[in-house]
């Protein structure tokens, strides 16, 4: 992990909500590069940061190494949080923090398969295990590609993009799917929107259950935190900004 943390968007803003006294134990459900974690640490908490992918966790040893105790890396996925710090014998917590969505480090990284902006591998697993995206693709019927690409990526013109990518198969690149896409879509280079956009955003949801497992996340924060625990979850995506505000 970089010397200098990454920061995420809403950092003051979480912080904030926190109020985080030193001595308190919190959760940073979505580790990813560590930006909350650091924080957190800062503020004097005690915290167990969660993320599935392996990665992610190893890349923040030096950071838990250097924190004399205070942190502790959790390889496992934030819906287990419940039973992963009842494990630990840190239950209840004083705070629950989600940063859901994909993280900034998978982004950059072309050969994760997560986005068409560099060309890599079709994969987009975050734990870099089970169905991939190329396997997605590559095996589901017409149908339920268009299902997930409606469903999950908001697109209105899901059947063309579904007729398309079953087409045009086998695909196993990032850079084949995308052409694809903008092909089936009518891409023109000063549309504001790559019109790969929601596809991609469509079939990274379902692989990696995020709908689902953010639902069983806010129920295990929910288990874990102390009376008065505050939980902050910023999201990015209206299916996930509904999701949580209809649970608050």
Do not use: C, W
């Not at 915290?47 to 004399?68: E, H, L, M, T």
């Amino acid at each position: 992990m970089n010397d200098a943390p990454h920061v995420p968007v809403l950092l003051a803003e979480v912080l904030d909500a926190l109020a985080i006294a030193p001595g308190e134990t919190h959760v940073d459900a979505t580790f990813g590069a560590g930006g909350y974690t650091q924080a957190m640490l800062a503020q004097g908490a005690r915290v167990f940061a969660f993320d599935r992918d392996p990665d992610a966790i190893a890349a923040g040893a030096a950071v838990a190494a250097a924190s004399d105790g205070a942190l502790t890396l959790v390889p496992a996925t934030f819906s287990a949080m419940d039973a992963e710090l009842a494990a630990r014998d840190a239950v209840p917590v004083q705070g629950v923090t989600m940063d859901i969505g994909v993280s900034s480090m998978q982004l950059d990284q072309a050969e994760r398969g997560f986005s068409f902006q560099s060309d890599g591998p079709l994969d987009m697993r975050m734990s870099q295990e089970g169905m991939s995206a190329a396997d997605f693709v590559n095996e589901a019927d017409e149908a339920e590609i268009a299902f997930v690409i409606k469903e999950y990526g908001e697109e209105p013109r899901a059947r063309r993009v579904a007729q398309a990518i079953v087409y045009n198969r086998p695909i196993t690149r990032t850079g084949e799917l995308a052409r694809i896409v903008r092909k089936a879509l009518g891409y023109k280079p000063h549309d504001k929107k790559d019109p790969a956009t929601r596809t991609f955003q469509a079939i990274r949801i379902h692989i990696n259950r995020e709908l689902g497992e953010l639902a069983d996340g806010l129920a295990a924060a929910e288990r874990v935190l102390a009376p008065g625990g505050r939980l902050a979850v910023v999201t990015f995506h209206s299916l996930e900004d509904r999701m949580v505000k209809r649970f608050l």
